[in-house]
């Protein structure tokens, strides 16, 4: 009796490679390639959540341009700010595959809009030396928000203000020296009323950004649950007042104490629905 073949050994089954990340789109962001894991905030990054990160540093370079950002700096403080965490400018620069020059402008700029803190980059374990820098983002929306748009009214609305103004005396001393051109009259005229709108969009731009964090929230959480319809009427009942009944009204409201304004308000609807009954 012939002895059984012996067994052939079987190749081990190949191992399968873990299966890629389906990349995250988001509406006008370009997908930004995956880098590798790499030192520091990469070795322990979700790959998927640090994939989103810089798709998300991408969305905000192309919000950014139109606040009146270059894109770089933009595109480092999307980062930061959704990294949730102090980041050195290494971390930074390897994660948007930024020069060393770039980053650092980008970083100063950012730090000089006042959207970025620096701050004691965090010990690492077998470290020597002193700690480094590190930068952080100002997370509370309504602060780097109010940061913005002051930003954005002295370096974009002051200039324009100038422009405007000087434009204005120019068009005013020559329509004083030829009154009889209609062209120059009509050019003084408009460009007055041009810089009376600057001036006020100037001014309320000021004034949004001297409005305490909390209060700028409230009153646009408070806005956003007035309907539309509402909100029209009481600008057409606005529009339908003289000024010289509104102004003395809202010079009273603003001279009430915070303690009595409460009670005052509740009168004042009170008195208001029995108006409308």
């Known amino acids: 009796m012939s002895a059984a073949p012996a067994a052939v050994p079987q190749a081990p089954a190949e191992r399968q490679a873990?299966?890629?990340?389906?990349?995250?789109?988001?509406?006008?962001?370009?997908?930004?390639?995956?880098?590798?894991?790499?030192?520091?905030?990469?070795?322990?990054?979700?790959?998927?959540?640090?994939?989103?990160?810089?798709?998300?540093?991408?969305?905000?370079?192309?919000?950014?341009?139109?606040?009146?950002?270059?894109?770089?700096?933009?595109?480092?403080?999307?980062?930061?700010?959704?990294?949730?965490?102090?980041?050195?400018?290494?971390?930074?620069?390897?994660?948007?595959?930024?020069?060393?020059?770039a980053a650092s402008l980008a970083l100063a700029e950012v730090a000089a809009w006042g959207l970025v803190e620096r701050v004691p980059e965090p010990r690492r374990a077998g470290s020597r030396g002193p700690a480094g820098a590190a930068w952080a983002a100002i997370d509370d929306h309504w602060r780097w928000f109010g940061r913005v748009v002051e930003q954005r009214r002295l370096r974009q609305g002051g200039p324009a203000v100038a422009a405007i103004e000087g434009a204005s005396s120019a068009a005013r001393a020559a329509a004083d020296g030829r009154p009889d051109d209609p062209d120059l009259g009509d050019l003084r005229m408009w460009l007055d009323d041009v810089l009376a709108f600057v001036r006020l969009v100037d001014r309320m731009a000021a004034l949004m950004a001297r409005v305490p964090p909390r209060d700028l929230e409230r009153a646009?959480?408070?806005?956003?649950?007035?309907?539309?319809?509402?909100?029209?009427?009481?600008?057409?009942?606005?529009?339908?007042?003289?000024?010289?009944?509104?102004?003395?009204?809202?010079?009273?409201?603003?001279?009430?104490?915070?303690?009595?304004?409460?009670?005052?308000?509740?009168?004042?609807?009170?008195?208001?629905?029995?108006?409308?009954?």
């Open 18 to 101: 873990p299966a890629e990340p389906q990349a995250v789109r988001m509406p006008h962001a370009a997908v930004v390639p995956m880098a590798p894991a790499n030192e520091g905030l990469f070795a322990t990054a979700s790959a998927d959540a640090e994939h989103i990160r810089r798709l998300i540093a991408t969305a905000w370079g192309d919000v950014g341009s139109t606040w009146g950002f270059p894109p770089a700096t933009a595109r480092v403080h999307g980062y930061l700010l959704a990294s949730r965490r102090p980041l050195t400018e290494r971390e930074i620069r390897l994660a948007l595959g930024l020069s060393h020059r």
């Open 220 to 277: 646009m959480r408070l806005a956003a649950q007035v309907p539309d319809y509402t909100m029209l009427r009481l600008l057409d009942l606005l529009a339908a007042q003289p000024d010289g009944d509104v102004l003395p009204l809202l010079d009273a409201l603003a001279r009430l104490s915070p303690s009595a304004a409460p009670g005052t308000a509740g009168l004042f609807a009170g008195v208001l629905r029995r108006l409308e009954g």
